[in-house]
């Protein structure tokens, strides 16, 4: 049998570069012999955005889209205006491959610092919704610059939308040991979207009959996040709450520095694409400081996506090994990298 | 000279009652001879709700307006659905008396545990927008209950609204020995909403050339509220993003039992309302559990807002005190409030 990973790389800004450079070679070192690696180098972020103005174009969406996945390392530059590389390449990208699956683990390794005083157990995984709810660019404004701006956003909540990511939270819930599903909204107060959430997400539960459900407000969710955090086994929310609540959880179970994500089409009709969750820090880049750690663990998720299962969770363990074995020492971006590949290979 | 403070008192649901009669208590303790204290006392909440189907009327509201400024205990209870007291009564209540400024301070007290690790300096006041952005109720469902239901939010900004509460965060901010203002919005995103707040933040800066200015996106704002929560002195921003990192902001400083707010109309024209930030607790209700450091806190915002400056700062001294000497001991409610009274009397 032959086997074949055609991939798209997009480095991007800042360190983005140095930390996808480790995550191939973790790649290459994990895959066994029969597959095939094909890589192709994209150049999108700031460099181009200044060459050219362009972001992201329908030539580079179709070239893109032949791909069977998408590794990036991080978008963003300080020289380009906020929300022009954000909304014109990330979000782009995230809606026109339908990508409404944003996956989020959290879970706190052995050997990592956390804020959180007392080592709580951590291991969560958010579903952020990827395609609706604030983020769709919905709104507008009147009187722009005068006393008598008025300026909007809508939120647009789908019952097709939020069914399709409920019902994909449910099946991850299900799969895990726990089997426990927390809705996050603010039902309470955004009755329109809220009834729409948890409707569905009541309806959606009779199908999965030994998942235990619960449901939190997002304000009441960010206390737990950081009282009671082994309380989350799956959670699944909307994009901006994701957004919010993702961060957070970043920050309690080690920091960005070991956050993967992946930007989820599960019907595969369009390549899904695997991200840190840190952005291009450009403070530290070219400097081989930054950790590659959350760009390798993005590779387990891309891996896990693709099918290769156990590749996946050698590279998860690989990771633990090598976070628990840290210590205090300093090493470089390329070090880790080293250090993951040879684990995954051994 | 002879002052006088006419208050409506409404105790609400679960451990309102209980705590709300400690803040009077303190309140009674604390005022000097000459003030003359009215209370008259109003019963709103779920009883009332269940009773009447009511839960606040045209009537009610003249009622109140008549008052000087209003303290709540808490509304809320599992019998009502959810939605029904928050927005029947709490944000009716905000937007009927336009309390644009809901102010939330956080500070970490000597003896108060955090489950933070370090215990970090923490003292930060949060202004959170209190009548437009996503809670003004805008928006709407199509196709309800069917797979093509469509459900809209409209976060609603205008310059008027965003301006006042912004200048009111410049002033106190100016008024703080760090003078540091700190913007939390998501204007990367919601750039209609995120434009128009970012703009006149920069307007209003121009007038307050003391304070020191920021800008962070919401996502990122949890996550220095857990790993540098010093950072912050003033933050000013949405209600929607307010009522999340406020949630947040209590639980790392020390947790909701001890957090205070206030629903502030700066102008007067209508009742500012003081409540503790933690809801009506209805397991521990009726018990003497409750604590009502809170309420007390909620107490002296209410004392600052009326011009008594002195007896807040009485009030809040009292209160670090306590908490400094409270070891392990488990006091009832009535003993927190009577050791509260007997300091601020003495
Ligand atoms: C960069 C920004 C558009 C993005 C988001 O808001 O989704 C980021 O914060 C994230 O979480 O991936
Ligand atoms: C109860 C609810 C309506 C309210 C809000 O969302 O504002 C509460 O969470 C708060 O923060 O005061």
Redesign the interface.
Same mark, same amino acid.
């Not at 956390?114 to 007392?118: F, I, M, Q």
């Not at 009187?143 to 097709?160: D, I, L, M, Q, Y």
């Not at 957004?243 to 957070?248: G, K």
């Given at each position: 049998m032959s086997r074949s990973i055609d991939l798209a790389v997009i480095p991007g800004d800042g360190i983005g570069q140095e930390v996808v450079a480790q995550g191939l070679k973790v790649l290459n070192a994990v895959l066994p012999e029969d597959v095939k690696l094909e890589t192709k180098e994209y150049d999108f972020g700031a460099r181009r955005y200044h060459a050219s103005g362009e972001t992201l174009t329908d030539a580079d969406l179709a070239d893109l889209k032949a791909h069977d996945a998408i590794l990036l390392g991080a978008i963003g530059d300080p020289s380009v205006p906020?929300?022009v590389l954000?909304?014109g390449f990330l @979000?782009k990208l995230r809606f026109a491959f339908d990508h409404h699956v944003n996956l989020r683990p959290s879970r706190l390794l052995p050997g990592v610092a956390? #804020?959180?005083?007392?080592q709580p157990e951590i291991d969560f995984v958010v579903v952020r919704e990827g395609t609706e709810g #604030?983020?769709t660019?919905n709104?507008?404004?009147i009187? %722009?610059? /005068? #006393?008598?701006? &008025? +300026?909007?956003?809508?939120?647009? $909540? /789908?019952?097709?939308g939020v069914?399709r990511v409920v019902r994909d939270a449910f099946a991850r819930a299900q799969a895990r040991p726990r089997k426990k599903l927390t809705l996050v909204h %603010? $039902? $309470?107060? @955004? +009755?329109?979207?809220?009834? @729409?959430w948890t409707?569905v997400f009541n309806k959606v539960a009779e199908e999965f009959p030994e998942v235990t459900t619960d449901y939190i407000h &997002?304000? +009441?969710a /960010? =206390?737990y996040?950081?009282?009671d955090p082994g309380r989350f086994d799956v959670i699944v929310t909307d994009n901006?709450f994701g957004? =919010? =609540? /993702?961060?957070?959880a +970043?920050?309690?179970s080690g920091? =960005?520095g070991v956050a993967a994500s992946g930007n989820i089409n599960p019907s595969r009709e369009f390549p899904s694409m695997f991200e840190p969750v840190h952005g291009s820090a450009p403070d530290i880049a070219g400097q081989g400081k930054a950790d590659p750690t959350a760009t390798v663990l993005s590779v387990a998720l891309l891996l896990r996506h693709l099918g290769y299962d156990d590749e996946a969770s050698r590279v998860e363990g690989a990771v633990s090994a090598d976070l628990g074995a840290r210590g205090d020492s300093r090493r470089t971006t390329d070090e880790i990298g080293t250090a993951l590949a040879v684990r995954v290979a051994g």
């Open positions: 906020s929300g954000e909304r @979000l956390t #804020p959180l005083a007392g #604030p983020y660019g709104g507008g404004t009187r %722009k610059g /005068t #006393p008598h701006e &008025v +300026a909007t956003e809508v939120s647009v $909540n /789908t019952a097709f069914e %603010k $039902n $309470n107060v @955004l +009755a329109f979207a809220g009834h @729409l409707n &997002v304000d +009441a /960010t =206390i996040l950081v009282t901006l957004d =919010i =609540i /993702t961060d957070l +970043a920050a309690v920091g =960005i």
